[in-house]
């Protein structure tokens, strides 16, 4: 029952994503953007997502700043359909589809017929991307301890480059002790 | 009575909300150097990390007396606390052993010169005067704990906690960190399993407890464990 549901969830989220995707007309997706927000809000999704609308704004407005900072005229009518798409597909994303959870997630689309080994690919890339994050924050606690106080300032980007260049480098020879380890417990490959 | 320089009342450390430490006391004297031993997993790294507001707690924690609870009350006390990190990897990330040894004090915004007089008194206390210019991640295990303790001393801290200082270290290096932190006037909370470290230092022992596998564990411990 729970999984039928999950699976109506995910199609309908993915026939929707498809068209707006599809859409051009401003007025048409003003129109998906107030249909996604009222699924938004009657299927109760938490509130905090919104928090997730507000940063990825951040990131669309910013294109679009760009957009209309090289010739506004000429680019208005893009910058609309931008921000209204992204919106619109955010809103969807939210209210269909994060709530269910990662799991839930793979776990419908192995349901519909997407191969294991996808599956399993994405839920290792999962894994690897909370461990970096967690390794990240470690990083960060380390350079918090020794007085790092980040301000708009030349020496707070250095210092985050060296974090990120520090995660990278971590990440890469992790990734050899990995694959060391598991040669040496018989992976062929 | 003197103040105390950190004292933790009924301190229970929280992790993703479970209870990790429980209704621990401390009490730590300016210039007192003391142990903090307890078995795999009791919560004593959590423990530093608590006090150092990276992780929630209950109940109270003071430094000099006065409670520490804000952010901006930890911003202060990771000033005059050093925290040397368990697994030296989480700490150490600038490109050279003498920039991981400047980091802290350059963000205090001490001038060249004294970064410099902090940098080089610190590497010489450890023997790393030869490894100053090398990538820190071409550096060996052991010598990577050694800038991890060098690079909070250039911080100069009133306070230093060290977790698991000697592990991975061989009998010179052992002996220059074991030496150090009897040689110190500094304040100092040692985290160890290390027997011979504990016997060396013959310091205050305080034994972190109330998990059920903390009274097991304090029977097959030898003397040094038992003084507290
Ligand atoms: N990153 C983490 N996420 C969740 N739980 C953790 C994490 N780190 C530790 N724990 C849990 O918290 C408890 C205390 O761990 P902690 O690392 O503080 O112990 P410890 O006394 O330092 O052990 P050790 O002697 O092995 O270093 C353990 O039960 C552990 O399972
Ligand atoms: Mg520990």
């Given at each position: ?9 995910l ?13 051009d ?35 669309t ?7 209309l ?19 619109a597909l ?21 349901g ?17 991307l ?8 470690k990083l960060?606690r ?9 301000s708009?300032?030349l020496?707070?980007?250095?210092t985050?480059g ?12 992790k ?15 | ?22 209704n ?18 009791v ?11 990276f992780l929630p ?47 802290a ?10 970064v410099?007089r ?10 790393l005067e030869?490894?100053l ?65 504990v ?18 564990w ?11």
């Open positions: 029952m729970a999984e039928g549901r999950g699976r109506l969830r199609l309908a989220f993915l026939a929707a994503a498809l068209l707006i995707y599809a859409l007309s401003v007025r048409a997706l003003m129109l998906a953007l107030a249909l996604s927000s009222l699924l938004f809000f009657l299927l109760r999704t938490p509130r905090n997502y919104l928090k997730g609308l507000l940063y990825a704004n951040a990131f407005l910013l294109v679009i700043a760009g957009l900072f090289t010739d506004p005229i000429a680019h208005l009518r893009t910058a609309a359909v931008i921000f209204l798409k992204a919106n955010l809103l969807l994303t939210f209210a269909l589809v994060l709530p269910a959870g990662l799991l839930e997630l793979l776990r419908t689309l192995e519909l017929g997407l191969p294991k080994r996808l599956v399993l690919l994405a839920l290792l890339s999962y894994r690897y909370t461990t970096l994050r967690d390794e990240y924050e960060k380390a350079a918090a301890c020794r007085g790092f106080e980040p708009p300032s020496r707070t980007y250095r985050y060296y974090l990120l260049g520090a995660l990278t480098a971590k990440s890469l020879l990734a050899k002790e990995v694959y060391k380890a598991m040669t040496l417990r018989g992976l062929e490959g | 009575m003197k103040t105390p320089l950190l004292e933790l009342r009924n301190f229970t450390v929280l992790r993703s909300g479970k209870k990790v430490v429980k621990f006391n401390l009490l730590l004297e300016e210039g007192e150097k003391a142990v903090l031993a307890g078995p795999n997993g919560g004593k790294t959590s423990l530093a990390e608590a006090v150092l507001g707690f209950e109940g109270e924690l003071l430094y000099r007396g006065r409670p520490v609870r804000t952010k901006e009350d930890f911003k202060l006390l990771r000033r005059k606390v050093g925290f040397v990190f368990q697994n030296p990897d989480d700490q150490l990330f600038m490109p050279t052993v003498r920039e991981e040894l400047a980091f004090p350059a963000n205090f915004g001490l001038s060249p010169a004294e410099n902090r940098v080089e008194a610190a590497a010489a206390l450890l023997g030869e490894l210019d090398e990538p820190t991640f071409s550096l060996s295990f052991g010598q990577r704990r050694l800038v991890s303790i060098a690079c909070v001393l250039t911080a100069e801290p009133e306070l230093l906690i060290l977790d698991e200082p000697t592990n991975g270290l061989d009998r010179e290096n052992w002996l220059r960190v074991a030496r150090f932190l009897n040689e110190t006037e500094k304040t100092v909370l040692v985290i160890t399993h290390d027997r011979d470290l016997t060396f230092l013959g310091w205050r022992v305080v034994l972190l407890s109330g998990t059920p596998l903390a009274s097991s304090r029977t097959e411990i030898p003397d040094p464990y038992q003084c507290d």
